[in-house]
């Protein structure tokens, strides 16, 4: 057990659906990680945010947003689904945001969209 | 874009046998190159990770073997278990301040008894 938690564990919806995924990070770290997996890409970083700020920015669609809340967990917002955003999203997280950080990743949130 | 390629795509080994895991990186600023593994219905878990100022680094059974000059780097396996049975992932992340990681596509290995 990693110490990181999501949820929910699955979703499914439709599509042009909007839903968001929650992340609680380990105690004590202040990065969370989004990702996102699938067969074809592989994983894919999307964004982080360090302590409350957005700290880098990846392969996010502008469909999707996050953010980091005060008490650090965060919640990633996908809006108008498509077939092809069905995949595993990871939350990870990480002491700091420098270089060479180790991130502890979650157990996934499995999307589904029909 | 994939700037970490990994291959092969999927690996079947006997117990006891070597698996070897290669990756490839083009961005010379990468200097931080971690391996994770991922059982099925998991999150990745970092393994082992190496900076290209050392050209091997071992912890327990697994290994990587870095070459700066080729940019590859390899995960080997000794004595392989079915219990490594899993997707093997490299990443690579660059020196510019940032934690950020690309990862390779992964590896599917099977150990077979």
């Known amino acids: 057990d990693s110490g990181v938690t999501q949820t929910p564990k699955h979703l499914i919806t439709a599509t042009g659906q909007r839903v968001t995924l929650r992340c609680s990070p380990r105690?004590?770290?202040?990065?969370v990680y989004w990702y996102q997996q699938s067969l074809d890409q592989g994983l894919q970083f999307l964004i982080q945010y360090y302590n409350g700020e957005e700290r880098a920015k990846g392969n996010i669609l502008e469909r999707f947003s996050a953010q980091q809340f005060p008490d650090l967990h965060s919640e990633l917002n996908l809006s108008s689904l498509e077939l092809g955003d069905s995949a595993l999203y990871f939350c990870?997280?990480?002491?700091?945001?420098?270089?060479?950080?180790?991130?502890?990743f979650g157990p996934g949130t499995r999307l589904l969209v029909l | 874009q994939q700037q970490v390629k990994q291959s092969p795509q999927s690996l079947i080994v006997q117990k006891g046998g070597i698996p070897i895991i290669n990756c490839a990186y083009e961005?010379?600023?990468?200097?931080?190159f971690p391996w994770y593994q991922q059982f099925p219905g998991k999150g990745p878990a970092l393994l082992i990770a190496?900076?290209?100022?050392?050209s091997e680094k071992k912890e327990g059974r697994f290994t990587i073997s870095f070459n700066k000059s080729a940019k590859q780097f390899s995960l080997h396996i000794m004595d392989s278990q079915p219990g490594d049975s899993a997707t093997y992932f490299c990443a690579a992340s660059a020196n510019s301040g940032y934690s950020t990681l690309t990862f390779g596509k992964g590896t599917m290995l099977l150990v077979s008894p």
């Open positions: 961005n010379t600023a990468f200097d931080y």
């Open positions: 105690s004590g770290d202040l990065s």
């Open positions: 190496i900076r290209p100022d050392v």
């Open positions: 990870a997280s990480s002491v700091g945001s420098g270089e060479g950080e180790t991130q502890y």
